[in-house]
């Protein structure tokens, strides 16, 4: 297979990237525009691998990436590239709105002229995968699972710039009958997540004996997935899901925050013995809530496991001792982004 992947240099498209060059033999071309929240030390591992290239682009750039397409003759794009940080969505919409939604337009616009002109063969096989969050179902309350036809409730600048994309990807099909198939999936953790995210800035703060910040009461609950799970659902999703249709992917791992933010205080402790670590109760700060905040995530992830066969393969207990035992292990790799790009400001307080 011959793909191109959008957003390839950020946390879930490099491990996309790492899996299909390094463990498919997929040869991949990496477009991105390497924005704050790109890293390309994550995709080391592949650097200099035959099958794959990188390089940078804006997916809003549609002559550029028409022209990119034509050149590379993909089999296929999964398109990740997004402004992803729901907090960053509250203090500055704009960016969401020109690369989720303009920038998704582009790409779709320039897939379309692209698959048009292939001969017949090849347009029957090629694949546009959308790659999407569970965010775009809105909340939930304390029962219930998000499945493939709950409608569309979006809360944030974020996962309505997310819908938005959707929309469009699905309105793409229908009309114009470009193959697509989408995944939305649900809160991934893992190596290389940029630290603003949830779980690697509780991690390194309580690393530092710093304080970690739960918002609200920290009752709010997100469904993890080990970012390695959810790439090999997305190849599965490009190579056998069926044209025009959604899979949503979950891990069945439901926590509340403030059980994530004590598992996450005991595997430093107990993985890095010679840190003396305040009380559990000194380290949390309840802090002023997100506006808007969504209270419950949870995926109904059946269509995916029965169809296509899918099964996570990470637990929740390990996944996040093996992702603290990471972050323990490579500040070569967190740290120059602490000193030079984030050093663990609240966002998004509007
Ligand atoms: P990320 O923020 O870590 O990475 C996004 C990447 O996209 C970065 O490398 C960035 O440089 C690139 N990018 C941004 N704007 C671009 C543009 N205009 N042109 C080209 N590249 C651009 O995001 P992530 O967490 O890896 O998420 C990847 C995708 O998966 C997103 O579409 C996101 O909505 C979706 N998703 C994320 C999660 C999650 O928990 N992180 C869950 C479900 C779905
Ligand atoms: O559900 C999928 C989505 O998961 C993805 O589409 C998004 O790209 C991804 O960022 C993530 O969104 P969340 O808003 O759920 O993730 P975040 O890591 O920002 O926050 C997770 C939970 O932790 C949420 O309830 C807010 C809370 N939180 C977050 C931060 C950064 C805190 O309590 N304190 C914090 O400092």
Redesign the pocket.
């Known amino acids: 297979m011959r793909v191109i992947v959008t957003g390839g240099a950020g946390f879930i498209g490099s491990a996309l990237c790492r899996y299909l060059v390094g463990e498919c033999g997929w040869q991949v071309l990496n477009i991105d525009k390497l924005t704050y929240a790109a890293d390309q030390r994550s995709l080391a591992s592949i650097e200099g691998a035959p099958g794959y290239r990188f390089m940078q682009a804006d997916i809003a750039d549609g002559d550029k990436i028409s022209h990119i397409l034509d050149d590379y003759q993909p089999d296929a794009v999964m398109h990740l590239a997004a402004e992803?940080?729901?907090?960053r969505s509250i203090d500055g919409p704009g960016d969401f709105i020109q690369t989720n939604i303009v920038g998704t337009y582009r790409l779709l616009d320039a897939a379309l002229h692209y698959w048009r002109n292939l001969p017949e063969d090849r347009q029957k096989t090629f694949r546009f995968h959308h790659v999407s969050?569970?965010?775009v179902y809105g909340s939930l309350g304390a029962e219930g699972l998000f499945s493939e036809s709950t409608a569309y409730q979006p809360n944030s600048p974020?996962?309505a710039s997310?819908a938005s994309s959707d929309h469009l990807v699905r309105a793409w099909h229908h009309t114009y009958g470009l193959p697509v198939v989408v995944s939305n999936?649900?809160?991934?953790y893992g190596p290389y997540q940029f630290p603003?995210?949830?779980?690697p800035?509780?991690i390194l703060n309580a690393m530092a004996g710093r304080k970690l910040?739960?918002?609200?009461d920290?009752q709010?609950i997100?469904d993890w997935l080990h970012v390695n799970d959810h790439v090999a659902a997305l190849r599965l999703v490009l190579q056998h899901g069926t044209v025009g249709e959604t899979y949503n992917v979950g891990g069945r791992n439901e926590a509340r925050?403030i059980d994530i933010v004590h598992q996450i205080i005991n595997h430093v402790r107990d993985l890095s013995p010679h840190r003396t670590l305040p009380p559990d109760d000194e380290l949390i700060e309840f802090v002023a809530d997100?506006p808007g905040?969504?209270r419950r995530?949870a995926i109904d992830a059946t269509k995916l496991e029965n169809r296509l066969g899918w099964q996570a393969q990470y637990s929740l207990e390990t996944g996040l001792r093996d992702t603290v035992a990471w972050y323990l292990n490579h500040s070569g790799w967190w740290q120059p982004i602490l000193d030079r790009k984030y050093q663990g400001q609240?966002l998004g307080v509007a």
Not at 84 to 87: I, K, M, N
Not at 213 to 216: A, F, K
């Open positions: 992803s940080h729901v907090d969050t569970d965010e974020y996962s997310k999936c649900s809160n991934n603003e995210k949830f779980i800035l509780m910040p739960v918002y609200g920290g709010n997100r925050n997100r905040h969504d995530y609240r």
